[in-house]
């Protein structure tokens, strides 16, 4: 079993065997950059089984990506044209390595695909409105990409953008904070082709939880209150 952790600017894997009885821990240093701040890491696997990470870089204000089997293998995504704040979202998908992440400088969403050693341009995905926040899943022939928004005057929207067979949709699911910034959210994939997210209510202070489907319904079939820390 492998766990990704960042303190400050130093990324560490932990590494641990999944029996507890013979439970230890070895850390490896992975990156570590004492000008810049990390932000936004994401990680999953590749089809050979190897882990691969992605994480904006603010200072120089890049994307990279980090393939880890052993040694660590670094590749420059993008440029994000900002020192302030960047989010990815990092998947696989059969033999395919993706990427989406906000584009400020740009105004929207941007895919890359990893191709013969690069991150190649795949679609940009217009939004007006400030990105605090991104998950990309795929589900069954359906891109999803979950992401929060927040507007000029302070709210906060949860939206998501998908993609099956025809042109990109996008949808505004739910407005989940006013005047303050709401960002607590993620999604997860199933094979029937719908979409399972989760998310902070600021408004309400509650989780929800709703599954939009393939034909573009979206039902909160689950509201989870009462929130408290002892119980």
């Known amino acids: 079993m492998k766990n990704r952790v960042l303190i400050g600017s130093l990324i560490l894997f932990l590494i641990a065997p999944t029996a507890f009885s013979n439970y230890y821990i070895e850390w490896l240093e992975i990156y570590h950059d004492s000008k810049s701040e990390i932000q936004n890491l994401s990680l999953t696997t590749t089809q050979s089984g190897d882990y691969s990470m992605s994480y904006t870089i603010t200072g120089p204000s890049f994307l990279e990506n980090l393939v880890y089997d052993g040694t660590a293998t670094y590749h420059q995504v993008a440029s994000l044209n900002t020192s ?26 941007s895919v890359r695909f990893f191709n013969q050693g690069y991150w190649q341009p795949d679609v940009f995905l217009p939004e007006s409105e400030l990105i605090s926040g991104l998950c990309y899943r795929f589900a069954s022939s359906t891109e999803y990409i979950t992401y929060t928004t927040e507007s000029a005057s302070g709210d906060s929207y949860l939206k998501l953008m998908h993609q099956g067979m025809g042109p990109w949709g996008d949808e505004t699911l739910a407005q989940i904070g006013s005047y303050q910034i709401a960002n607590i959210f993620d999604a997860a994939a199933r094979s029937d082709g719908s979409l399972g997210i989760v998310w902070w209510d600021n408004i309400d202070d509650v989780i929800k939880f709703g599954i939009f489907d393939p034909d573009g319904t979206f039902t909160v079939s689950e509201v989870v209150d009462d929130i408290n820390i002892c119980h």
């Open 84 to 109: 302030t704040h960047g989010y990815s979202s990092i998947t696989t998908r059969n033999d395919w390595q993706l990427i989406a992440y906000s584009d400020p400088y740009n105004n929207g969403i």
